[in-house]
């Protein structure tokens, strides 16, 4: 039951080339920085990655894509990299584009262990009715577009399938967990993270600080332990402020 392993390179050491990522965070917020980290260093490349966005310029998931190891992202906001930008539009990237709150549904249903659900989001455009580029060329010519996808009636209002999603593996940061991977998520920070875990096979979880078991009361838990099988206890240090934003001090007041 304690799945505690020493450091963010060993939970990563047995993913593959090839392999497919669950990843949590929405920008910089909740991201497994940690993990990422250790991912680049250890090598793996062609990998598939599925998050709310595939990092920002030079940072999160975007040192991957800067290093060459992301072949297909699947994702639903790429407008904050410009790196991401070119490989798409050169042909070395593959993206597929699904709607935020879908891909939040896709990610549950993938790990609640359903195939397929019915959503009105997309009916009438191109998410339903398929075309939307997912591959150019080198030259920038449209090689690969999204296919059309089922659209049913029920109750006279129009909705359209969208398969469940699943990954190899699972990469999540959390503010505390156990050593049975229970995990709690820190306010905004949770997003994407607790439907990444559900989503991976085996899911790696970075948390900030580690408690015993029972330390954690059970209406606490975001996540339970039975969807993690990886725990690296990894510290606060490593997050950043995506677009910090402050308003000018009033003359005269002192800081505290």
Same mark, same amino acid.
Do not use: W
């Given at each position: ?13 047995? #993913?593959?080339?090839? /392999?497919?990522?669950?990843? +949590?965070?929405?920008? =910089? %917020? ?5 993990? #990422? ?13 599925? /998050?709310?966005? %595939? ?5 999160? =998931? ?8 992301? /072949? ?20 070395? =990237? ?25 959503? @009105?989001? &997309? ?9 939307? @580029? ?5 030259? +920038? ?6 296919? @059309? ?21 699972? =990469? ?17 920070? &949770? ?19 580690? !408690?015993? $078991?029972?330390? #954690?009361? $059970? ?6 332990? !039975? ?10 240090? +490593?997050?950043? #402020? ?5 308003? $000018? ?8």
């Amino acid at each position: 039951m304690d799945k505690v392993v020493a450091s963010a390179a060993e939970a990563v050491a047995d #993913i593959g080339s090839g /392999s497919s990522l669950a990843v +949590g965070g929405f920008g =910089l %917020c909740g991201v497994p920085v940690k993990l #990422i980290d250790a991912l680049l260093a250890q090598g793996a490349d062609r990998l598939t990655t599925i /998050s709310n966005n %595939c990092g920002v310029d030079d940072a999160a =998931l975007g040192v991957l894509l800067y290093a060459g190891r992301i /072949s297909r992202t699947i994702s639903s906001f790429v407008g904050g990299n410009k790196e991401l930008a070119r490989l798409y539009l050169s042909g070395q =990237l593959e993206v597929e584009l699904t709607p935020q709150g879908t891909l939040a549904e896709r990610l549950r249903a993938g790990g609640a262990g359903i195939p397929a659900f019915y959503t @009105p989001t &997309g009916v009438g455009t191109m998410v339903a009715d398929g075309g939307i @580029p997912v591959r150019y060329d080198a030259d +920038g010519n449209v090689v690969e577009t999204s296919r @059309p996808k089922e659209i049913r009636e029920f109750d006279g209002r129009q909705y359209v399938l969208e398969t469940a999603l699943t990954a190899d593996f699972g =990469l999540v940061r959390a503010a505390v967990g156990d050593r049975h991977g229970n995990l709690v998520f820190h306010a905004s920070a &949770g997003n994407f993270n607790a439907l990444a875990g559900m989503a991976g096979r085996t899911t790696i979880a970075e948390v900030e600080q580690l !408690v015993e $078991p029972g330390e #954690i009361a $059970p209406e606490q838990v975001h996540l339970p332990g !039975v969807f993690v099988q990886r725990v690296v206890e990894v510290g606060p240090a +490593g997050k950043d #402020i995506e677009k910090r934003t402050t308003r $000018p001090r009033p003359a005269g007041q002192q800081e505290n």
